[in-house]
C-alpha cells in the first residue's frame, strides 16, 4: 500500500535550519509529485510547494520562497525539505503528501513537527 | 490568493444528514477537494475535483458544486465521522485550504 513516512520531531533553535525527510513506498516513485503542506493551530494548513519527483523541478508557493528548500533522492525515493534561518513562527507541524496534480493529495505522510525555541 | 470559507463547526446525531459548505473567493472550476483530519493523524483525501469519491470512502460521503460554491455531505453520518473537514482548490496558485469545519455528533 501506498505509505510516506516522515522523519521524527524536530526541536532547533531560532536562525538554524532543520531538513525534514519523506520516504514513500508502495509506488512508483517518480511518476507523482511530493507536495509539503505546513499546518498551524492558528493559520491552519499552508501549501507551501511541490517537487517534480522525477526532474526534481520545484514550485513554492511565494510566501515559503527562501524559507523551504525542497530536494528528493529518487534512489532512496526519499523526498526532502529544508527549512532555514527558523524562527517560532515556523513551529508547525509539516506535511508531506502524494499530489496528483490538480486532483487533490491522496496520501498523506504521518507530520513532521518542528519546535524552534532557544 | 483564494481564500476558502467554511463554517467553523456543526453538531448532528447520528443517522441525520450533513451538509458542510465551502466558499471560494473567486472561481475555482470545480477543482476543489475535500479532506477529513481527526485529531493527531494526518488529513485524509475524501473528495476530489467536487464530486469524485476517493479510493475506499465510503459511499456515505458525496460532494457536489462547481465555480465559488462547494458542499461535502455525509449521509447518514456515523459516530467515527467525528472530525474536521477542510476543502482545498487546486485551480489557482497557489493551492489554498479552508479552515476547517469541526464536525461534532451529539
Redesign the interface.
Known amino acids: 500500500q501506498v505509505q510516506l513516512q516522515q522523519s521524527g520531531a524536530e526541536l532547533a533553535k531560532p536562525g538554524s535550519s532543520v531538513k525534514i525527510s519523506c520516504k514513500a513506498s508502495g509506488y512508483t516513485f517518480t511518476s507523482y509529485y511530493i507536495?509539503w503542506?505546513k499546518q498551524t493551530t492558528g493559520q491552519?494548513?499552508?501549501?507551501i510547494?511541490y517537487i517534480n519527483t522525477g526532474s526534481g523541478g520545484t514550485n513554492y508557493?511565494?510566501?515559503f520562497k527562501g524559507k523551504a528548500t525542497l530536494t528528493v533522492d529518487k534512489s532512496s525515493s526519499t523526498a526532502f525539505m529544508q527549512l532555514s534561518s527558523l524562527t517560532p513562527d515556523d513551529s508547525a507541524v509539516y506535511?508531506c503528501?502524494r499530489d496528483?496534480?490538480?486532483?487533490?493529495?491522496?496520501?498523506?505522510?504521518?507530520?513532521a513537527s518542528v519546535t524552534v525555541s532557544s | 490568493d483564494t481564500v476558502l470559507t467554511q463554517s467553523p463547526a456543526l453538531a448532528v446525531s447520528p443517522g441525520e444528514r450533513v451538509s458542510i459548505s465551502c466558499r471560494a473567493s473567486e472561481g475555482v472550476n470545480s477543482y476543489m477537494h475535500w479532506y477529513q483530519q481527526k485529531p493527531g493523524q494526518q488529513p485524509k483525501l475524501l473528495i476530489y475535483k467536487a464530486s469524485n469519491l476517493a479510493s475506499g470512502v465510503p459511499a456515505r460521503f458525496s460532494g457536489s458544486g462547481s465555480g465559488t460554491d462547494f458542499t461535502l455531505t455525509i449521509d447518514p453520518v456515523e459516530a467515527d465521522d467525528t472530525a474536521t473537514y477542510f476543502c482545498q482548490q487546486s485551480w489557482n496558485d497557489p493551492p489554498t485550504f479552508g479552515a476547517g469545519t469541526k464536525l461534532e455528533l451529539k
Not at chain 1, 491552519?44 to 501549501?47: D, Q, R
Not at chain 1, 486532483?103 to 504521518?110: F, H, I, L, N, P
Open positions: 507536495s503542506i491552519g494548513l499552508e501549501y510547494g508557493n511565494e510566501k506535511y503528501a496528483l496534480r490538480r486532483v487533490g493529495m491522496d496520501a498523506w505522510g504521518q507530520g
